[in-house]
T-cell receptor, first 114, second 111 residues
Framework: AQSVSQHNHHVILSEAASLELGCNYS??????LFWYVQYPGQHLQLLLK??????LVKGIKGFEAEFIKSKFSFNLRKPSVQWSDTAEYFC????????????FGTGTRLQVFP | EAGVAQSPRYKIIEKRQSVAFWCNPI?????LYWYQQILGQGPKLLIQ????????DSQLPKDRFSAERLKGVDSTLKIQPAKLEDSAVYLC?????????FGPGTRLTVL
């Protein structure tokens, strides 16, 4: 069965620090990968996605993620975080050619202090 | 473009009562999903519709949960009777070209 692991449950950073959130998935076939963000009091919104092509994907607000197939990983990065990046971040995966059922990780809560 | 609409935003009920949630997807989106998000966990798919047909309801506790999308547009999710462990946020999403768009959710508290 598909599964997604996010090993960092709670990350605390100061502004301007670099960010990397881990995401590993378990699935034998071809996958699509996503990072969603949920700002306080707001609904889930897509940060970036990988379907195919260049494994380095750039998303909104300066975020990027790299798909490393050999490691089954899709880590999220940002070189310099801002206070406004405080949010919960979810990695998700679905399998290509299937019903586009999304499997989510448990989420990482990011707190950025000024 | 208007987003996914859900109501109510909050609901508090006692165990064994029934409750219903409503979702209106983005116009033109044929696929609609209901997710359950328990505190501290990621969303878990309950049911997926394609137009008014069910595509996947393997994770739906059918003894107490039901959902319908009769005209292939808006949808309702019902819980009857509710249990304490049903306390969660219920998210509705619709999709286009592989990307899912989420509504604000309904936060259910069962006392």
């Amino acid at each position: 069965a598909q599964s997604v692991s996010q090993h960092n449950h709670h990350v605390i950073l100061s502004e301007a620090a670099s960010l990397e959130l881990g995401c590993n998935y378990s699935y034998g076939g071809t996958v699509n990968l996503f990072w969603y963000v949920q700002y306080p009091g707001q609904h889930l919104q897509l940060l970036l996605k990988y379907f195919s092509g260049d494994p380095l994907v750039k998303g909104i607000k300066g975020f990027e993620a790299e798909f490393i197939k050999s490691k089954f990983s899709f880590n999220l990065r940002k070189p310099s975080v801002q206070w406004s990046d405080t949010a919960e971040y979810f990695c998700a995966v679905n399998s290509r050619g299937n019903t586009d059922k999304l499997i989510f990780g448990t989420g990482t809560r990011l707190q950025v202090f000024p | 473009e208007a987003g996914v609409a859900q109501s109510p935003r909050y609901k508090i009920i006692e165990k064994r009562q029934s409750v219903a949630f409503w979702c209106n997807p983005i116009s033109g989106h044929a696929t609609l999903y209901w997710y359950q998000q328990i505190l501290g966990q990621g969303p878990k798919l309950l049911i997926q519709f394609q137009n008014n047909g069910v595509v996947d309801d393997s994770q739906l506790p059918k003894d107490r949960f039901s959902a319908e999308r009769l005209k292939g547009v808006d949808s309702t999710l019902k819980i009857q009777p509710a249990k304490l462990e049903d306390s969660a946020v219920y998210l509705c999403a619709s999709s286009r070209q592989g990307e899912q768009f989420f509504g604000p959710g309904t936060r259910l508290t069962v006392l």
